[in-house]
């Protein structure tokens, strides 16, 4: 089992739709990171989130961290289709220093 | 470009053969960790090496082995291989050695291992 769940798996909107992609843990982690990847490339980190209830902003992404540091979700407004990509979000549990990823959200926007 | 590169960027390979994958890190990063991408299995870190010295080891079989040389990049050996090798090995760099560091990651090597 994955330390990271994420859900949904896939998900295919249409473009100036919104999405959220959620992402959760039984363990606490001391930060959460959210990168996109994209076919033939490696991760790219987009944010980190370290405070519990923390909600950062980038562009029309919104990333949130649980209050009790062990969720965290990715929203995305008015979605476009560069923002396709699969999206991962990643973490090193309080008790371990090894960084874990989520298996990871196939997001496609249609045009 | 994260100004982490990899060579090769395609391999293939047959069963039972050893493989030699390399990484340049970014200038300055003294990190290097190195993970392995499968359908199956997702994004799992294999070892981080800091300043030639191995710091952390996750998931790696003990037919793999890593090594950072003095002018900081690093090697991923795989030997004895079997067809579930096949996957996207990615290395990334960061500046230090904390879990929270940025960590830029390459292009990454594709092994097929017929």
């Known amino acids: 089992t994955q330390l990271l769940e994420q859900s949904p798996q896939f998900l295919s909107i249409q473009e100036g739709e919104n999405l959220t992609v959620y992402c959760n843990s039984s363990s606490v982690f001391s930060s959460l990171q959210w990168y996109r990847q994209e076919p033939g490339e490696g991760p790219v980190l987009l944010v980190t989130v370290v405070t519990g209830g923390e909600v950062k902003k980038l562009k029309r992404l919104t990333f949130q961290f649980g209050d009790a540091r062990k969720d965290s979700s990715l929203h995305i407004t008015a979605a476009q289709p560069g923002d396709t990509g699969l999206y991962l979000c990643a973490g090193s549990p309080s008790n371990d220093y090894k960084l874990s990823f989520g298996a990871g959200t196939t997001v496609t926007v249609r045009a | 470009d994260s100004g982490v590169t990899q060579t090769p960027k395609h391999l293939i390979t047959a069963t039972g053969q050893r493989v030699t994958l390399r990484c340049s890190p970014r200038s300055g990063d003294l990190s290097v960790y190195w993970y392995q991408q499968s359908l199956d299995q997702g994004l799992q870190f294999l070892i981080q090496y800091y300043n030639g010295e191995e710091r952390a080891k996750g998931n790696i079989l003990e037919r793999f082995s890593a090594q950072q040389f003095p002018d900081l990049h690093s090697e991923l050996n795989l030997s004895s291989l079997e067809l579930g090798d096949s996957a996207l090995y990615f290395c990334?760099?960061?500046?230090?050695?904390?879990?929270?560091?940025?960590?830029?990651f390459g292009p990454g090597t594709r092994l097929t291992v017929l």
């Open positions: 990334a760099s960061s500046s230090a050695s904390g879990r929270t560091d940025t960590q830029y």
